[in-house]
Each structure stands twice: as structure tokens, then as C-alpha cells.
């Protein structure tokens, strides 16, 4: 597992000793051209205090020994290159190198030497740059030193201010450690850092959504408990009248009944799973291109059956074509055909129920109309809930075919607006969020056959 503060003090501790370095060699660069300006400084001052001296028409002694602490060599030649005086007659050193200063390559080393002309004669002095360079080294690791005997106690620095820069992470994990799974609140953290914030709105945002979806599972989960215990004692009941029937009449009109109850609660449990699939949270398909004038046709085709049973008038009124969206497919379908079986248990036999798509506002829309009874202005901001049914309600059902609408809806950004029809009925109109897509004639679109379209 990777470590923050591991990571901090290794970065840190690279950086500080990167520093150093680069200090200690700009220290080096600095010592060493002190040290080259002031030993210049005396190389012309030695040259210069002997000037006086090699006026004398006598040439001066040479030095037998040298004193090998000595780290200058003097060189004096008269003007026909005649060697006056030599202080080191072993070193190699070239004869009447140019006036002023010079870096002169010999076997022993480079060399510094200044050299002036006075009174005839020639002064050469020459000191090796080893000398310089050891000096100007030593000013530098003096300056090191200190500075690498620090870096373990930076690095003790460094891990107690990361460890307390942490400290509030590990208070929050400690909070959240001790928290009960019901409890999904934040736990407070006085003065968090700034660094912090953006963590603690994120994890802020996700309990909330997380509570709110642990809401709704739970809600889903009573609310379902309660509609299925209904048909579960009705069930039982008729299962014991098969038992308990005389004769071949009364067995029959009891199965009967039973398979109405088990086909009624086979259909809320198909509303439930769908329901449940349509929630958010749940794995939901890619979107793709929807025809919805194409989807509307296919929903009235597939509802024509259960409208004749009923002798009910089902078509389109107005299909615009080439009006795509993008969605999932299966989705819409439901949200389609559950519309349609709405309007359609509603409508009372006889009646007529209208499909229309079209544009409104600049917004794609899907509308289902009839001549049924409508909904009453108290039931319609309950309608959408699940399990709802109004107080009027007659019909048998489960309550949940608006709610899978309104899920579905949800899912893709759109409206949903309850209205009354020109049928007298209730307009149901699903509208489509902007911009509107482009008109497009899909490949294969099947036309509007004359049973379902009313012009």
C-alpha cells in the first residue's frame, strides 16, 4: 500500500539533498573565485616588492632548499634571458611566459603565473592551482558539512509536520470507523484544511446519495411488502376454497378466481422488477438514436389486441417522422406501453385513445390522450407515487404504471405534464429536454399504416 507520508518525506528529502548539492557547488564556484582573486592579488604583490630589488646591477642568490611549505615560485631574468634568480630550480616551468597573468600546462600541474618587466629585467611568479583548488574545496565542505549533518533531523521534521498535516484524514477515518451503517451524516471536523474541502463535499455528496437511494430501496421494499400482502391472503383464501369445493361447479369457479389473483400478482411483480430496473443506480444501457414517431407505432401495434377487446378506438393522430432522440430504447418502450395500458384500463368501452409526437416549444414530445374519466385534481400530485391509486379508481391494477413513467422520464431529463384532452380524457405529454436533435429519415422506417393513424 502506498504511503502519502512515505511519498512526502522521499520527495522532500531528494529535493533538500538536491539542494544541498546545488548549494555546495555554487559555494565551490564562489570560494574558488574569492580565492583566485586574492591570490592573484598577492602574486602581483610579490612581483611588485621585488621590483625594487632586482634594480641592484648584482644578481640576487638563489635558494639551495626550498622550504617545501613554500608554494611560490620566483623567477627573475635579465634582459638577455639570463636567469637572475630561481627559488625552485626543479620545477618545470616555462621562461618568460607573457606580462600580466596566465594558466600555464606543465608535468607538475597547471599554474598561475604573473609575470611585469622593470629595469630591464623580467619577474615571473608562479603558484599551482591545486593549491587554489584544495583551498576554495575545503571553504566549500566547511559549508556542506553542517548542512548534511541537518538532513536527518529535516527528515524527523519532515514526517511529524506531514504526520500532523494528516492528522485530520485519520480523524475522519476514525470517525467514520465508530459510525453506525444506518448513520450516514458527516461527521463534523472542526478547522479542516482547504486541501481537505474538496474530499469532504465529495464524501459529503455521496452519503447523501447514498442515504437518499438507501431511502428509496427501503421505501420500495415496504411499499411492495404491503401491495403483495393483499393478493398473497387473497390467493390463500381461493386456494382454500379449491380445497374445500363440493363439486365440480364450485372447484372450477374457484380455480378461476385463483388464476385471476395469481395473473394479478404475477403483473405487480413484472411492475415491480421493472420498476426496479428503471431506478437510478441500477446498470443502465447506451444510449442510442430512438425514432419515437417508429416507437409509437410499435406500442399501438402491440396494444390493438387489448383496445378491441374493449372496443376502443386506438390510433395516432399526428406522427411527426424522423424525430430521434437519444435513449435507451427498451426503456422508452416501457414508458410507452405502459402509457397506452393506462389510458387504455381507464377509457371506459367504446372510447378512443390518441397517440400523437410531435414538436412543442422546441422540445420533442410523446402524448397519449383518451376519453376516460381523467384523474381528479386532489389525486395528480399523487399519481406518480408508487402503489398510488386514486379514490375514484374502479379498474383493477397496481398502481405503479405512472411510476415507471416517471422513472423512466427521470432517467432521460424529460417532463411530464398532466393535462385534459380534446377527447375529454386525460393528455398525458412526455416532453424531451433540448437542443432538438437533427431530422433525420432513418433506413427502414416502416410507413404509417391506415389502422393506426387518424388524420
Not at 379514490?391 to 383493477?396: A, G, I, K, Q, V
Request: hydrophobic content about 50%.
Amino acid at each position: 500500500m502506498k504511503s502519502i507520508r512515505r511519498n512526502l518525506l522521499l520527495v522532500l528529502m531528494a529535493a533538500a539533498t538536491l539542494i544541498v548539492a546545488l548549494g555546495a557547488t555554487v559555494t565551490y564556484r564562489i570560494a574558488r573565485q574569492q580565492v583566485d582573486a586574492i591570490f592573484d592579488y598577492h602574486l602581483r604583490q610579490v612581483a611588485l616588492s621585488l621590483a625594487d630589488r632586482v634594480a641592484d646591477p648584482h644578481p640576487l642568490p638563489g635558494i639551495g632548499m626550498p622550504d617545501p611549505q613554500l608554494d611560490l615560485v620566483i623567477q627573475i631574468w635579465s634582459e638577455e634571458g639570463l636567469t637572475l634568480y630561481f627559488s625552485h630550480a626543479h620545477r618545470v616551468l616555462p621562461n618568460l611566459v607573457r606580462i600580466g597573468y596566465a594558466d600555464v600546462a606543465t608535468s607538475d600541474g597547471t599554474w598561475r603565473v604573473f609575470a611585469l618587466q622593470t629595469h630591464g629585467r623580467t619577474i615571473q611568479v608562479a603558484q599551482p592551482m591545486e593549491l587554489r583548488q584544495h583551498l576554495a574545496f575545503s571553504a566549500a565542505l566547511r559549508i556542506l558539512v553542517p548542512s548534511l549533518l541537518l538532513l536527518p533531523a529535516l527528515a524527523v521534521g519532515i514526517w511529524i509536520a506531514v504526520g500532523r498535516g494528516l492528522r485530520p484524514l485519520d480523524q475522519l477515518a476514525a470517525a467514520l470507523a465508530i459510525r453506525k451503517p444506518g448513520a450516514l451524516e458527516l461527521p463534523p471536523l472542526p478547522a479542516a484544511p482547504a486541501e481537505i474541502a474538496p474530499v469532504l463535499a465529495a464524501l459529503n455528496d455521496l452519503l447523501a446519495r447514498l442515504d437518499k437511494a438507501l431511502s428509496a430501496q427501503r421505501g420500495f421494499v415496504a411499499d411492495a411488502a404491503h401491495e403483495l400482502r393483499t393478493p398473497l391472503a387473497a390467493l390463500r383464501l381461493q386456494a382454500q376454497l379449491v380445497d374445500r369445493a363440493a363439486d365440480d361447479t364450485t372447484r372450477r369457479s374457484a380455480i378461476t378466481a385463483f388464476n385471476h389473483g395469481l395473473d394479478r400478482m404475477t403483473r405487480v411483480v413484472e411492475q415491480l422488477l421493472t420498476l426496479a430496473r428503471q431506478e437510478p443506480g441500477t446498470a443502465q444501457a447506451t444510449p442510442a438514436p430512438v425514432d419515437l414517431a417508429g416507437l409509437a407505432r410499435d406500442a399501438i401495434a402491440a396494444h390493438l389486441d387489448l383496445a378491441a377487446a374493449k372496443r376502443i378506438d386506438l390510433g395516432a393522430v399526428s406522427l411527426e417522422d424522423g424525430l430521434c432522440i437519444k435513449g435507451d430504447p427498451s426503456a422508452l418502450t416501457i414508458l410507452m406501453n405502459n402509457l397506452l395500458d393506462n389510458a387504455i384500463r381507464y377509457t371506459p368501452a367504446g372510447g378512443t385513445v390518441d397517440v400523437a409526437a410531435g414538436t412543442a416549444d422546441g422540445r420533442i414530445f410523446v402524448e397519449v390522450s383518451d376519453s376516460g374519466p381523467g384523474i381528479a385534481a386532489e389525486d395528480r400530485p399523487h399519481v406518480f407515487d408508487r402503489f398510488y391509486r386514486g379514490r375514484r379508481t374502479r379498474e383493477p391494477g397496481s398502481g405503479l404504471g405512472l411510476a415507471i413513467v416517471k422513472a423512466v422520464a427521470e432517467r432521460h431529463r424529460a417532463d411530464i405534464t398532466l393535462g385534459k384532452s380534446r377527447l375529454g380524457g386525460l393528455a398525458v405529454r412526455v416532453l424531451f429536454m433540448p437542443p432538438l436533435p437533427e431530422r433525420t429519415s432513418p433506413a427502414g422506417q416502416p410507413a404509417a399504416s391506415a389502422d393506426l393513424s387518424r388524420r
